[in-house]
């Protein structure tokens, strides 16, 4: 089997890679509550969550630039030494598997309430990770130029499909109702949305070394938010116009209800069934870099020699995490919610702030 962490990136699929990891899922998980919450207002919170990311953003890159060439499973435990570095990474293993097994269970949950409802999810969760794990297998290489080949294909069948209903739309249900501004709503749904997706975007930043140039990496970084916050504003004003936001509120995937309700030419009766591929696809991307960061921890840990039993390991692991951890869609949306933004706070602002410190003090005393 390759070794996956000779392979490298060029920018352009840096760039892809880290645009395609964020969007994820969040166009379908994220847009029923966030529409339905702040309403007319939707489009704040997204904005709000990614100048707040931009912080977070610089924070992890300056210092990934004090260490050059060296992943976040190396700097983790030279700045923090074996034992307790060691006792960290296992927890950004636990943290990467949490969060691949809850894009696995979205994209299993989906396919099943709304497509094929008679297969059990756990068919679509093990089928996902497996097809990430087969990937990871060829070398992260491969992931990159796989993207390449199918972005444009994503962007065309999304967007294409949405544009699809713009015959529904309706300007008046972008007007917001007298009062309805609620800046406790709107903080709330800001938090959500900086946890997630913009706080999850740790495991993007192991790439960053197997890319040639590392100073343009960087700046795709900021570009790939950037991209992602506006394709979110478009989707958010596009269901708002054409389904409006009481109906939303009552919907559990709004994005895939406005794709079912479109027959085009009576030869494609259900495009949800493409707005599905498309959400199988991106859940794909971001399970293998999610797995990928994982990998990296649990070789620069655990030194262990074979890749091979590590693939399988994270392979029955994610499975296992995303049908154990949650009985159904209702528990599992509560739980990713309340717990994991805390997880990403404490990994994603306080973990790289400590970090950072430590690498000062430590040129300070050296010098």
């Not at 704040?44 to 050059?68: D, E, N, Q, T």
């Not at 890749?307 to 692991?317: A, E, G, R, V």
């Amino acid at each position: 089997m390759k070794d996956l962490s000779v392979n490298h990136l060029t920018t352009w699929q840096f760039f892809l890679l880290a645009t395609n990891y964020l969007i994820g899922p969040t166009y379908f998980v994220q847009m029923s509550g966030l529409i339905g919450t702040t309403k007319q207002w939707s489009w704040i919170p997204p904005i709000l969550a990614f100048i707040m990311s931009l912080g977070v953003i610089w924070l992890w890159l300056h210092l990934l630039k004090r260490h050059p060439g060296k992943d976040l499973a190396e700097i983790t435990v030279n700045l923090l030494g074996q034992k307790i570095g060691f006792v960290i990474s296992l927890i950004f293993i636990y943290f990467f598997i949490l969060i691949a097994s809850l894009a696995t269970r979205n994209v299993g949950d989906v396919i099943n309430t709304v497509a094929m409802d008679f297969t059990p999810t756990v068919v679509f969760n093990l089928l996902t990770i497996t097809v990430a794990i087969y990937v990871l297998s060829k070398g992260i290489r491969t992931l990159g130029r796989t993207v390449e080949i199918l972005t444009p294909l994503i962007f065309v069948i999304f967007w294409g499909s949405l544009l699809l209903v713009i015959g529904e739309w309706d300007t008046e249900r972008l007007i917001p109702m007298p009062g309805s501004f609620d800046l406790k709503a709107i903080g709330s749904m800001t938090v959500s949305f900086f946890s997630f997706p913009y706080l999850e975007f740790l495991p993007i930043l192991m790439l960053i070394p197997l890319t040639r140039n590392n100073k343009r990496t960087r700046k795709s970084v900021y570009l790939a938010s950037t991209v992602t916050t506006v394709s979110t504003i478009g989707v958010i004003f596009l269901l708002v116009g054409t389904i409006g936001c009481m109906r939303i509120s009552n919907l559990t995937y709004p994005t895939m209800a406005s794709a079912q309700e479109i027959s085009l030419f009576k030869t494609i009766e259900n495009l949800d069934v493409f707005v599905s591929s498309i959400l199988i696809t991106t859940v794909l991307i971001k399970v293998s870099i999610l797995l990928y960061a994982a990998f990296i921890f649990i070789k620069c840990v655990f030194r262990f020699p074979y890749k091979t039993p590590i693939l399988f390991t994270l392979l029955f692991t994610t499975t296992a995490f995303s049908m154990g951890a949650h009985a159904n869609i209702v528990e599992n949306i509560h739980y990713a919610k309340t717990l994991v933004p805390i997880y990403s706070v404490i990994l994603g602002i306080f973990l790289p702030l400590l970090l950072l410190i430590i690498s000062y003090v430590r040129k300070g005393v050296q010098s």
